[in-house]
């Protein structure tokens, strides 16, 4: 609880109040009017941490709504930051570059030309999201995406591996010169067209681990309920076949009940079934929790992409502080590994998928080019 502790203690007094530190696991607080009002304490309260309750004191864990109350007080503030990351070293270039593009690119259908190298920054967003998937369980979970808004490259694996550097208590606020050499963001448009599709795959393959246990427990209650009704049914199928050849109304009448049963049973089975679907119904939310405009060194690339007759330069950064180098652009497709299709028409780099034949017509055509196809005009 120490680390929850120091959270209330550090949130408490940015809001105006007074705090003193008791014992290991109690805070004492005066409090000003509008946190008075806010938390529904009085002026002077004494807050346990521990696991046992005292009287006269107020009990703060994570198992309770104080979090959410707490949650309240900080609201947006801190959602959004903007951090330079400053090497303590010149930070050299990779001394061979043509191996470093050759591990980072891959091109089969063009051919690539390394054209120069220079050190400069780089704004990398980062946005961080809570997914919250609700069935007959819930899971909560996080996921980041991050992008290179120079070179237009995905990089969450490259800011993952920047988290050690991430956690040094050394914040340095961007220069303007930084931010003029990492030039300017996206737009809102730009942003959401590239942000959905990426986000929607990262979300759900952080479910899919506890989607697939939500159809195991289906399939095992459905077999159990299938079990059940069909042996009530077949025992009633059975009776009926000893009444087929029976004549008089008593025979009559025992034929209507057991028809009468098999149909209720069949009735039940899919009431049964419907109530499956209600509960293992899976719904996830994501909602936006934080947003980091990092801004990196790096060494960019010129390298010019050729296919055919055409020609076109495209710019990857690699970075020092990991020495590692992004994937490519990646204009239709998520872009997460390094084959890029080059096309024929303006040289988009796109993934595999991204210039796939069309599901009507078997045309192969540009994703990045077309909102449909050209020969049959089926949407993409």
């Known amino acids: ?44 309260a004494h807050l346990n941490f521990r696991t046992q309750r005292s009287e006269g004191t107020i009990a703060i864990g994570l198992e309770s709504d104080w979090l959410e109350r707490f949650g309240a007080l900080v609201a947006d503030q801190g959602r959004w930051s ?23 690119i891959e091109l089969p259908n063009a051919a690539w030309r390394l054209q120069g190298i220079s050190a400069t920054w780089a704004r990398c967003l980062m946005l ?9 369980e819930k899971r909560e ?18 800011l993952a591996r920047l988290r050690p550097a991430l956690a040094q208590p050394e914040w ?46 289906l399939e095992r209650d459905r077999n159990r309920i299938h079990a059940y009704h069909d042996e009530l049914r077949c025992a009633s199928l059975k009776h009926l076949e000893t009444l087929a050849l029976a004549e008089g109304e008593r025979a009559q009448a025992d034929r209507r009940r057991e028809t009468f049963r098999v149909e209720a049973i069949e009735r039940e089975y899919r009431v049964k079934l419907d109530d499956l679907r209600r509960n293992y119904a899976l719904r996830v939310t994501v909602e936006w929790v934080q947003a980091l405009d990092l801004y990196v060194p790096v060494h960019r690339f010129d ?4 296919r055919r007759k055409g020609e076109r330069l495209i710019q990857l950064d690699w970075h020092p502080l990991v020495k590692a180098a992004e994937s490519p652009l990646c204009e239709a497709g998520l872009g997460r590994d ?18 796939a034949p069309c599901v009507s017509c078997g045309k192969s055509f540009c994703r990045a080019c077309h909102t449909a196809c050209p020969r049959c005009q089926r949407a993409r």
């Open 338 to 355: 390094r084959v890029r299709l080059v096309c024929d028409d303006r040289l988009h780099l796109t993934d595999p998928c991204g210039q």
């Open 128 to 136: 961080a999201f809570r997914f919250t998937a609700i069935s007959d």
């Open 303 to 306: 390298v010019l992409i050729r």
């Open 1 to 44: 609880m120490s680390e929850l502790r120091t959270f209330v203690a550090d949130l408490l007094e940015r809001r105006g109040a007074v705090v003193e530190w008791l014992e290991p696991d109690r805070l004492e607080v005066l409090a000003p009017a509008a946190l008075q009002r806010q938390l529904g304490w009085p002026e002077f």
């Open 82 to 104: 903007e951090r330079e990351l400053r090497p303590s070293a010149p930070l050299a270039p990779p001394s061979d570059p043509e191996r470093v593009l050759d591990r980072a």
């Open 141 to 158: 979970g996080l996921v980041a995406v991050g992008f290179n808004l120079a070179t237009g490259a995905i990089v969450n694996d490259i």
């Open 172 to 217: 340095h606020v961007p220069s303007p010169a930084t931010k003029r050499a990492a030039g300017a963001g996206w737009s809102e448009a730009t942003l959401a067209s590239r942000l959905h599709p990426l986000l929607d795959r990262e979300v759900r393959e952080s479910v899919e681990p506890f989607l697939r246990a939500i159809r195991h427990r």
